[in-house]
C-alpha cells in the first residue's frame, strides 16, 4: 500500500513521449510494450540510451548532465514512481531490494555489452550484436526463432548504435547480419 500510494500509472501510444519531472528520478516499470529512453545533449543532439521492455524496471535520471525523454515505441503501459521516495519505503522489504538490486546488475550488464559493441567493433558487429541482444530479450514472432518483431526503427537503432540510417538498412539489406 505504500508503494502504491507512490504509483502514477499510464498508458502510452506510439510516438507519445512520457512526461516525467526531470528534476527527480523516476523508477519506471514497463508492464506491457515497448519505450525508448534518450538523453538530450548539447545542442540538441539526441542519443538513445536503452530500449526497455514488458517487464522491465528502471530508473529516469534527474537532470544532470542530460535531460532524458522517454517515448513509447508502441501502445505501452507503465507505471512509474518518484525513485528515493520508493526506494525510502521499499528499503525495510528484502525480497523488493533483492528484486530492484537483480534487474539493477542485469542492466549494467547490457551497458557494458554495449559500451564493448560501440567502442570496438564495426557497423556490421554493431547491428549483429544489436539484433542478437533483441533476440534474447523479446520472444521470437510465432515460435520461429528465426524471426524477432522489433518495435523500434531503423533510425532508432542507427540512433542507439551511433550510425546512420542508411548504415543500418544496408547492414539489414546485405545479408551478412
Same mark, same amino acid.
Given at each position: 500500500?505504500?508503494?502504491? @500510494?507512490?504509483?502514477?500509472?499510464?498508458?502510452?501510444?506510439?510516438?507519445? +513521449?512520457?512526461? $516525467? +519531472?526531470? @528534476?527527480? @528520478?523516476?523508477?519506471?516499470?514497463?508492464?506491457?510494450?515497448?519505450?525508448?529512453?534518450? &538523453?538530450?545533449?548539447?545542442?540538441?543532439?539526441?542519443? $538513445?540510451?536503452?530500449?526497455?521492455?514488458?517487464? +522491465?524496471?528502471?530508473?529516469?535520471?534527474?537532470?544532470?548532465?542530460?535531460?532524458?525523454?522517454?517515448?513509447?515505441?508502441?501502445?505501452?503501459?507503465?507505471?512509474?514512481?518518484?525513485? %528515493?521516495?520508493?526506494?525510502? %519505503?521499499?528499503?525495510?522489504?528484502?525480497?523488493?531490494?533483492?528484486?530492484?538490486?537483480?534487474? /539493477?546488475?542485469?542492466?549494467?550488464?547490457?551497458?557494458? +555489452?554495449?559500451?564493448?559493441?560501440?567502442?570496438?567493433?564495426? @557497423?556490421?558487429? %554493431?547491428?549483429?550484436?544489436?539484433?542478437? &541482444?533483441?533476440?534474447?530479450?523479446?520472444?521470437?514472432?510465432?515460435?520461429? /526463432? &528465426?524471426? $524477432?518483431?522489433?518495435?523500434? /526503427?531503423?533510425?532508432?537503432?542507427?540512433?542507439?548504435?551511433?550510425?546512420?540510417?542508411?548504415?543500418?538498412?544496408?547492414?539489414?539489406?546485405?545479408?551478412?547480419?
Amino acid at each position: 500500500r505504500q508503494l502504491g @500510494a507512490l504509483a502514477t500509472p499510464l498508458h502510452v501510444r506510439r510516438g507519445q +513521449d512520457i512526461e $516525467i +519531472d526531470p @528534476a527527480e @528520478a523516476a523508477l519506471v516499470f514497463l508492464s506491457s510494450g515497448a519505450t525508448k529512453l534518450g &538523453a538530450l545533449a548539447s545542442r540538441g543532439r539526441h542519443q $538513445i540510451v536503452a530500449f526497455h521492455f514488458g517487464g +522491465d524496471i528502471f530508473t529516469i535520471p534527474a537532470v544532470n548532465t542530460h535531460r532524458y525523454t522517454l517515448t513509447g515505441l508502441c501502445e505501452s503501459t507503465l507505471t512509474t514512481f518518484p525513485a %528515493r521516495e520508493f526506494y525510502d %519505503r521499499a528499503g525495510g522489504n528484502p525480497s523488493i531490494m533483492r528484486a530492484l538490486l537483480e534487474r /539493477s546488475q542485469t542492466a549494467l550488464f547490457r551497458y557494458r +555489452d554495449k559500451a564493448v559493441n560501440l567502442g570496438q567493433k564495426s @557497423a556490421g558487429e %554493431r547491428v549483429a550484436g544489436f539484433l542478437l &541482444a533483441m533476440w534474447e530479450r523479446l520472444e521470437p514472432a510465432g515460435g520461429n /526463432s &528465426a524471426t $524477432i518483431d522489433l518495435p523500434m /526503427s531503423r533510425a532508432d537503432i542507427g540512433e542507439s548504435l551511433g550510425l546512420k540510417i542508411e548504415t543500418v538498412s544496408r547492414q539489414f539489406g546485405s545479408g551478412s547480419v
